[in-house]
């Protein structure tokens, strides 16, 4: 291998010393960067400005970044940035005003992505003193089923305690806890209510106006789904309501008419 020296030729941070024909043919420099590190780099590589220095550089890059902290990101306010990266970008640690910490990107702080450390969900699934029907929610139940919706403990206006998920007393299925029976009878087919789904009331939490139809804001986009017999059913994401709500008819259509013909005379009490 005969080497060549090539003193006081410089590219970006590093200075040539010496210049060599490797195994396959290709000229390599040998090169000091500024750091002080000895690195062998190819020739085109260097002259190109592919190569800038032994690595140090990079590294400088990664570690470089905007500087947060004492900003205040909704709920979140950036306390210091960590040692961890996602996707190239720094994870701050932050102070939530609920008083918990979370760690964050700085992408999901600037964008606005990520504005609470979790605390705002935990506070929609706490329907404590809410009432629902005859119900008034009391707490929350502490004996709880994997992979079932959370049940809460409820005082009935006759003085009595139930266990009810909290899906049956948003969607109004469960409206006492059991004394209605005489007077409000339900009729369960397949495990569906068919006074349910053929209620044409809104629920409350419905902000469409169209029952199984919602918008996703982080999508831009609206979302059919239906529930039945147990099976829920996602029917797609649309760019419009129109097109959502005509999704959801259709299924309706498909599905549950069809079931609720079959048994109106348990509806209508003929």
Not at 93 to 120: I, Y
Request: aromatic fraction near 8%; include cysteine; charged fraction near 25%.
């Amino acid at each position: 291998m005969e080497e060549k020296n090539k003193d006081n030729q410089k590219f970006d941070m590093l200075s040539v010393l010496q210049e060599y024909k490797n195994e396959k043919g290709y000229t390599v420099y040998i090169c000091q960067c500024e750091c002080g590190n000895i690195k062998s780099v190819l020739k085109n590589n260097v002259i190109y400005g592919r190569t800038k220095s032994c690595g140090c550089l990079e590294k400088a890059n990664r570690e470089k970044y905007k500087d947060l902290r004492g900003r205040k990101f909704g709920k979140l306010t950036a306390v210091s940035p960590t040692e961890k990266r996602i996707d190239g970008n720094v994870v701050w640690k932050c102070n939530c005003d609920c008083g918990l910490t979370a760690f964050v990107t700085s992408r999901n702080l600037v964008r606005g992505d990520t504005k609470t450390c979790g605390c705002h969900m935990r506070e929609k699934q706490n329907i404590a003193g809410q009432r629902f029907g005859k119900l008034t929610v009391l707490y929350l139940d502490k004996v709880q089923e994997k992979n079932r919706p959370r049940k809460w403990i409820c005082q009935c206006d006759c003085g009595e305690l139930c266990s009810v998920a909290i899906s049956n007393l948003r969607n109004g299925h469960t409206q006492s806890c059991g004394c209605l029976g005489e007077v409000e009878h339900r009729n369960l087919i397949e495990g569906t209510c068919l006074e349910v789904i053929a209620s044409k009331t809104i629920p409350k939490n419905n902000r469409s106006g169209i029952k199984g139809v919602s918008y996703y804001s982080r999508t831009d986009s609206w979302v059919a789904t239906l529930t039945f017999k147990g099976i829920h059913y996602y029917l797609g994401k649309f760019n419009t309501i129109a097109e959502a709500a005509q999704a959801r008819w259709k299924a309706e259509e498909e599905l549950i008419n069809p079931f609720l013909k079959e048994h109106s005379h348990l509806i209508s009490g003929e």
